[in-house]
Every structure is written in structure tokens, then in C-alpha cells.
């Protein structure tokens, strides 16, 4: 796989070991972050991890964090949908968005609502710590855990294979199912 560029809104402990095990399996890739903790974008920049760093969430980063090949919806669901609409322009048709939540009903109504289907693969990663925030990240978090992967139908088959294959090569379980279909089986 080349070398793939990364954004991630939101830098917390999912979003951090995602980061985290990207910038191991390629070292050479571009990370571009947006965080409102200042304090730990500084950290993700200082370890290596992020390339780019981006306090403010605005026109003007939103543009930049889209130029990326995979954009990760990481900060707390309450604010996907705000974050979603201020990125929204700026999307270009082969980036892949995708998210962490273990919800995905909702995520899912809001990208039809925007009419973002052909790029969005949603995700979750079926891992986590007692421990929160960046500075508990870390790369092995999602060795042999199933990541699940939630496509929507419009989705073209090589973004979602794509997906998989990178979240493979991470060390996780790829699983994909229907966001009904994780809904109900992560309630249960």
C-alpha cells in the first residue's frame, strides 16, 4: 500500500491509537489533526505523530483536513453532526470518512441527510481502556480487536475493501456489517 494520508478530528484515546498504529505501520504518512486541547496536539506533534496540527475547527482547517485520503470523525458523537456540516464543502469524492462511535444509527441518518453516502464507511473500533485522552493512547490498542466496518450501500466496493485492508494491516479484525445489524448485536 502507498503511503496514504490521514486526518483526524478529534485526537482522543481512539483516535490517538489509530493515529498511533498508522504512524507505525507508515511511517511515512501524513497526519493532519484537529484537536480543541491544545495541549495535546502539541503532544501528538512532539511525539511524531501529528504532521499538521489544527486548534480551531473553521474554514479555513476544515479545507486542509479534507485534502487527506481518510478522514476519522473521533471527537465525541454529540459533535459529528456540527463537525460534518462545517467539512462538508470541502470533501473531495475519493476520500474516505469514517468514524469510532458505538453508536451508528445515528451517524448513519445524518450522512444520508448530507448526502455523503459514496464516502462513508463507518467504524468501530471494538477496543478501549479504563484510562482516557491522548497521553493513554497507544499504537497496540487495536491488535486483535475487531474493528467493525459499517458501509453504506452507495460506498464504491474499493474504498470498503481499501478500508478493511488498512485496518488489517493494523493489526485488527476487520468485521462488516449493516449499522442496523452493529446497533443491534453491540446492545445485545
Known sequence: MNQPSFSFLGLGLIG?????????????????????????????QSEGIADEIFPIL?????????????LFLCAPVSHNNENLLLIRPFLHPNLVLTDVGSVKTGIHEQIR????????????PM?????????NSKASLLENAYYILTPTREVPREKVDAYRELVSSLGAIPLILSFREHDYVTAA
Do not use: V
Open 16 to 44: 490517538g491509537s489509530i493515529a498511533k498504529a498508522l504512524k507505525a505501520a507508515y511511517p511515512k504518512c501524513h497526519i493532519r489533526a484537529y484537536d480543541s486541547r491544545e495541549e495535546t496536539l502539541g503532544l501528538a
Open 113 to 124: 441527510r448530507l448526502g455523503l453516502e459514496a464516502n462513508f464507511i463507518g467504524g468501530h
Open 58 to 70: 473553521d474554514e479555513s482547517s476544515g479545507s486542509k483536513l479534507c485534502r487527506s485520503d481518510y
Open 127 to 135: 477496543a478501549g481502556s479504563e484510562r482516557i485522552g491522548y497521553q
